[in-house]
Nanobody, 116 residues
Framework: QVQLVESGGGLVQPGGSLRLSCAASGSIFSINYMGWYRQAPGKERDLVAHITSGGSTNYADSVKGRFTLSRDNAKNMYLQMDSLKPEDTAVYYC???????????WGRGTLVTVSS
């Protein structure tokens, strides 16, 4: 089993920045796929960014050029979010899996609110 804990959410003004962190623990040796998802009020959970076992990183069109996903050797993951917009307001979830594009583990989420 793998446990994921997100942190770093909060209230930020439009144009501001936040850095989300995802701390992974447990059987992290099994993890090969990592990603950030978000769910806005009344909407479905959508992919924000992910990184595959081969190191390929992809972003949703809505965040390209503004968000950057990174990870470390301990399978912790980060999301640097710049130039935030009100439409980025959502609960952000960390997700990981043993195989590419398959989610086995979810964090509980951290709320990001972009508002003046």
């Amino acid at each position: 089993q793998v446990q994921l804990v997100e942190s770093g959410g909060g209230l930020v003004q439009p144009g501001g920045s936040l850095r989300l962190s995802c701390a992974a623990s447990g059987s992290i040796f099994s993890i090969n796929y990592m990603g950030w998802y978000r769910q806005a009020p009344g909407k479905e959970r959508d992919l924000v960014a992910h990184i595959t076992s081969g190191g390929s990183t992809n972003y949703a069109d809505s965040v390209k050029g503004r968000f950057t996903l990174s990870r470390d050797n301990a399978k912790n993951m980060y999301l640097q979010m710049d130039s935030l917009k009100p439409e980025d307001t959502a609960v952000y979830y960390c997700a990981m899996g043993r195989f590419d594009y398959v989610i086995d583990y979810w964090g509980r989420g951290t709320l990001v609110t972009v508002s003046s």
